[in-house]
């Protein structure tokens, strides 16, 4: 007589499901935020990396060049100010995802482009969705990391942002060299694909994933509740029952959003200016060819070390006692004293020494600006973490657009040179402004 094997109850299922658990399972998710950091960066890079040939097919001036970077920094200030709520309010699986397909689409479409007109609409669709990347980044890893490790899962994902750049030049030189400039924007869709599939199966919040480990999901725990035991209480509230006005108002009303939104628009145009500009400035100034301008990874590999290392150092200070967002300002101020070699860039004649001090200036920036994120995460009330970090992050490209007109009245009137003379203050004075941000940001915690 045969016998029919019975149906799996729940009890059964979940117990086969609890079975395979994944060991460490926050740095996988780390990991899958630096891919798409790769991602991020490889797509935004490109058009610079690029621009020498593009200006040439498409009959492109530095203004018009100037103006379709701008157009992506206008797009991406917009999706800063919206992708911060749609991440508190879908969720850090959906949304990521959402984003990363639309602004693989738009990449892809650059590679189409036929005119002005073309590649503005183009990179203006990549901003739009490039900006979610970094909204939704830091509310996974204020999910999946306690105080002390955070810094080192920003300094992770920004890696990636840097570990893209650095990727970039080397993926123009192996394909447009070879295939033509439009052929190098069919590349990454194809790994975004790659990545949604793996993104989707693994993402979960701590709380709900079928494959943490016991230990670790402790480990999270107790590092948040410490940390939230360490600065004053806010409601008991989530972000879709706040209510989106609600959220707004509330967001307006944080002094040290807004102070640390200007401090974003001091001092990153200077990376901004070493992606979009520091190629033109190679080839107009040091007569350094398409081929030849590969040599811009070394400073982005800087960037790469200025990103973990900065992890690292606020990370070690916060074990031995020290505050977490009074560890990312020290931090920060070794920064401010660094990134002002940059006044002496244009006085070196060799493209070696050029480059030797953009990497001091690169290291010191995103050292800089992976603290600065870490700072948000530390003081931003977790309930409207992703709207506070959006509304933050807008100093950033509002700093960035100013900057490209800045540098082609400097180009028009005065000189390259003095790109780099600005650069050197931008840090100093932001951080003059932020340095007591955090007992701010306590005491309006405190009152709300």
């Not at 109850?9 to 790769?38: C, D, G, M, N, Q």
Request: net charge positive.
């Amino acid at each position: 007589m045969s016998s029919v094997a019975p149906a799996p109850t729940p009890a059964t299922a979940s117990t086969e499901k609890a079975r395979w658990k994944i060991p460490h399972l926050r740095w996988v998710i780390a990991f899958l935020l630096f891919a798409a950091a790769v991602l991020n960066y490889v797509d935004r890079s490109l058009l610079g990396l690029l621009a020498p040939s593009i200006q040439a097919d498409l009959k492109i001036s530095d203004s018009d060049y100037a103006s379709i970077v701008n157009y992506f920094l206008i797009a991406y200030t917009i999706a800063y100010l919206l992708s911060g709520f749609v991440v508190d309010r879908l969720g850090v699986r959906l949304s990521f995802a959402l984003f990363v397909t639309w602004w693989s689409i738009s990449n892809a479409l650059t590679g189409f482009a036929q005119s002005f007109r073309h590649l503005a609409i183009f990179r203006f669709m990549l901003g739009l969705g490039e900006a979610g990347g970094f909204t939704a980044s830091p509310k996974a890893t204020a999910e999946w990391f306690p105080p002390a490790e955070r810094g080192i899962a920003v300094g992770i994902y920004s890696l990636g942002g840097a570990v893209g750049a650095t990727l970039a030049p080397l993926l123009v030189s192996m394909i447009a060299t070879t295939h033509g400039w439009r052929w190098v924007f069919a590349a990454t869709p194809v790994l975004a694909g790659m990545w949604l599939i793996a993104w989707l199966a693994i993402y979960r919040s701590p709380s709900q994933h079928p494959r943490i480990t016991e230990k670790e999901l402790e480990h999270i725990t107790k590092g948040q509740q410490a940390a939230a035991a360490a600065t004053p209480a806010e409601p008991a509230a989530d972000a879709a029952s706040l209510g989106a006005w609600a959220a707004v108002k509330k967001i307006a009303g944080l002094p040290f959003v807004w102070k640390l939104m200007i401090a974003r628009m001091l001092t990153d145009p200077v990376w901004y200016f070493y992606q979009f500009w520091m190629p033109k400035y190679l080839h107009s100034e040091h007569k350094v060819d398409q081929a030849g301008l590969s040599i811009m990874w070394l400073i982005f590999l800087a960037a790469d070390i200025g990103f973990l290392a900065s992890g690292f150092m606020s990370g070690r200070l916060i074990k031995k006692g020290t505050p977490p967002p009074k560890a990312r300002l020290w931090v920060m101020l070794i920064s401010a004293c660094l990134v002002p070699v940059s006044f002496f860039v244009p006085a070196m004649h060799s493209v070696g020494m050029v480059i030797a001090l953009g990497m001091l200036v690169a290291y010191a920036h995103t050292a800089w600006l992976g603290n600065l994120t870490s700072l948000v995460m530390d003081v931003a009330p977790k309930r409207i973490l992703g709207g506070a970090f959006g509304v933050i992050a807008c100093g950033s490209t509002l700093g960035g657009m100013f900057m490209n007109k800045g540098v082609v009245w400097f180009i028009d009137n005065l000189t390259f040179n003095h790109c780099f003379y600005v650069m050197a203050f931008a840090h100093p004075i932001a951080l003059l402004i932020i340095w007591r941000v955090h007992k701010s940001a306590a005491k309006t915690t405190a009152a709300a």
